[in-house]
């Protein structure tokens, strides 16, 4: 017949129903859960207590190192980045009412281009700030504190992070 499926054999043996069970389609296999292969719990062995305050010690150093390097970069970026408006500013400053080659109002034109060229650096330089971040994956070194709890790999989640943005 057409459009139908019938099946003629009667004595099917016990594995071949159970791979009939994870086929969900005709093209589509529904594979089982991968077995945890740890000591004590699916996270892995816990640390005793003077193990757990020495890895969680660790970890805020650690992440303390990471937040340290993050604002080191933040503020080589913003002071690069804006280092043409800074001069334009204190040239203004620095001249106004002082200066023999600029009267007051070249002062105060340099003042005024050097605020009005602030705004959009700063968005520039948030932009290449962030880019950075996401180039270097600094944050994602971040390592959460409930790691020190239990043994194993800490930074295994780094090098395979993909996500939709």
Request: net charge neutral.
């Amino acid at each position: 017949m057409c459009g139908t499926d019938i099946d003629l054999d009667d004595g099917g043996s016990v594995e071949e129903e159970k791979e009939e069970e994870l086929w969900l389609g005709e093209r589509v296999k529904m594979l089982p859960p991968p077995v945890a292969r740890s000591g004590g719990s699916a996270w892995g062995t816990r640390r005793s207590s003077a193990g757990c305050v020495v890895c969680g010690a660790a970890l805020v150093l650690w992440n303390l190192c990471v937040l340290l390097a993050g604002a080191l970069l933040l503020m080589l970026v913003f002071s690069l980045v804006l280092l043409p408006a800074v001069v334009l500013l204190y040239a203004g400053f620095l001249c106004h009412s002082r200066c023999n080659y600029l009267d007051d109002n070249s002062c105060s034109a340099l003042i005024i281009l050097g605020f009005v060229m602030m705004s959009p650096l700063v968005v520039v330089a948030a932009a290449v700030f962030c880019g950075l971040l996401r180039r270097f994956r600094l944050l994602l070194l971040i390592q959460p504190i409930s790691r020190a709890r239990y043994t194993g790999r800490l930074m295994d989640w780094v090098g395979s992070v993909h996500a939709w943005v």
